[in-house]
């Protein structure tokens, strides 16, 4: 995708994250690496009046370029998209549920296959910092460690992927999980996978789940 396509989908994905449930208001944000920069959403305008001329391009020193101040949150996204080569997009949610384990300081463990979509065997909450700051960042980019998505304490949850469709894809998907959770520690004290189940689960998404793409 070019850089003009690029925004229109950071665009069409904001409206979404809010549509179905992931995000409200103008909480969250989303990056994109387009090349040798990232293109990020602007801090605090309703996703319903966002242009294309709104997105904020940022250079990989974190030099902000447009007529708008990016996310508050540009560190921990600039620095994903730094430090993970295989990510280029990055969406970031006050998601309900995710964020309601974060409040509790509550990593998601094996409680379902699907955990392994994230690359591993739990996905980590990110300890507390405040939000905007590098020391948010830094606790990100550890929870991260061999992962794709995490929560953050009492704030709520990102998920990195290949590309922003994934991306989603993923966010969504973390957001059930949570909700899963969420109605099995209801009924009692969930079982977890074992490592053999949970080894398989990572082969097969390592392996490759979905369609063949290019993006
Ligand atoms: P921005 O509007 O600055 O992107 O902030 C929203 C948010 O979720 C901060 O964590």
């Known amino acids: 995708m070019d850089d003009l396509q690029t925004r229109k989908a950071i665009i069409a994905a904001c409206l979404k994250m809010?549509?179905?449930?992931?995000?409200?208001?103008?909480?969250?944000n989303i990056s994109v690496r387009v090349g040798d920069y990232i293109l990020i959403t602007p801090t605090s305008i309703p996703y319903e009046d966002l242009l294309p001329e709104d997105i904020v391009r940022l250079d990989m020193d974190g030099t902000p370029h447009g007529l708008r101040k990016p996310s508050s949150e540009w560190r921990f996204h600039l620095d994903i998209l730094r430090a993970r080569p295989d990510l280029?997009?990055?969406?970031?949610?006050?998601?309900?549920?995710?964020?309601?384990?974060?409040?509790?300081?509550?990593?998601?463990?094996?409680?379902?296959?699907?955990?392994?979509?994230?690359?591993?065997?739990?996905?980590?909450?990110?300890?507390?910092?405040?939000?905007?700051?590098?020391?948010?960042s830094d606790r990100v980019?550890?929870?991260?460690?061999?992962?794709?998505?995490?929560?953050?304490?009492?704030?709520?949850?990102?998920?990195?992927?290949?590309?922003?469709?994934?991306?989603?894809?993923?966010?969504?998907?973390?957001?059930?999980?949570?909700?899963?959770?969420?109605?099995?520690?209801?009924?009692?004290?969930?079982?977890?996978?074992n490592d053999d189940q949970l080894a398989e689960a990572i082969a097969q998404f390592t392996r490759g789940y979905g369609q063949a793409t290019t993006d």
């Open 88 to 136: 280029n997009a990055v969406v970031h949610a006050h998601a309900p549920y995710c964020t309601t384990l974060a409040i509790m300081h509550m990593d998601i463990p094996a409680v379902h296959y699907m955990v392994a979509a994230a690359g591993g065997e739990d996905i980590r909450c990110a300890p507390y910092a405040t939000f905007g700051t590098q020391e948010l």
């Open 18 to 28: 809010n549509t179905v449930g992931l995000n409200q208001g103008t909480s969250g």
């Open 141 to 193: 980019i550890e929870a991260l460690e061999g992962r794709k998505a995490c929560l953050m304490a009492h704030h709520g949850m990102l998920a990195a992927e290949a590309s922003l469709d994934k991306a989603m894809w993923l966010a969504v998907e973390v957001e059930a999980l949570a909700r899963q959770y969420h109605g099995a520690l209801l009924l009692g004290d969930p079982p977890v996978l």
